[in-house]
């Protein structure tokens, strides 16, 4: 799994986005975290573990069958 922070910059100042991508081999994703906690942090303070384990949630989930 690739794990970075990618900086926000707007009107308001700037902000931290941390994401996380996957790929298989029928599919690729990535999972930015937009949220107030994160987005207050520094880039390089940002706990990309943390990230990716709610990534690999996600992922699983999603890798759950249809009905």
């Known amino acids: 799994m690739a794990r970075t922070v990618m900086p926000s910059s707007d009107e308001d100042g700037t902000s931290s986005v941390p994401v996380c991508a996957w790929d ?3 599919t690729a994703t990535h999972v930015a975290f ?3 906690a994160f987005a207050k942090q520094y880039s390089e303070s940002v ?3 943390s990230a990716a384990e709610q990534v690999l949630q996600v992922r699983d989930e999603a890798r759950q069958p249809i009905g």
Do not use: E, K, W
Request: negative net charge; glycine residues 0%.
């Open 24 to 26: 298989n081999d029928n």
């Open 34 to 36: 937009l949220t107030r």
């Open 47 to 49: 706990d990309l573990n």
